[in-house]
């Protein structure tokens, strides 16, 4: 199984996030919790074999377009510690930013920091 399909296959097991692509803000649903990411694979060295390290970086966003019916706070921040206990499981660091929230719209940037060995093909 390739790097981005495991990453992949970790994050589907959280139900309450619609996790994938980038969703355009006004085509967001309300109350409905959105993470989307990029995944960067920067190779920090590697041995005669060719196996190689990797630095791996996850960078997305949560987003939420807040209605007055729900506790948008809440809601958000309930979804940043399934997120962040789901990429500490296969030992990402992860860090937050809160970015924004514009037009009922909150966003908040994900950093998660890893390294991939290919030797035993794992996240270290």
Request: proline share 1%.
């Amino acid at each position: 199984m390739t790097l981005r399909k495991f990453i992949q296959n970790k994050l589907d097991e959280i139900n309450d996030i619609e996790i994938g692509t980038e969703v355009p803000d006004d085509m967001l649903v309300e109350n409905k919790v959105y993470f989307s990411y990029l995944l960067n694979n920067n190779l920090i060295n590697d041995d005669y074999e060719h196996n190689g390290t990797y630095n791996v970086s996850i960078n997305g966003y949560l987003k939420l377009k807040t209605s007055i019916d729900v506790d948008s706070l809440s809601m958000i921040d309930n979804a940043e510690k399934e997120l962040q206990n789901k990429l500490k499981e296969i030992n990402f660091k992860v860090s937050y930013n809160d970015v924004s929230i514009i037009d009922n719209i909150r966003k908040i940037q994900v950093r998660a920091n890893a390294t991939y060995n290919e030797i035993n093909n794992g996240i270290i």
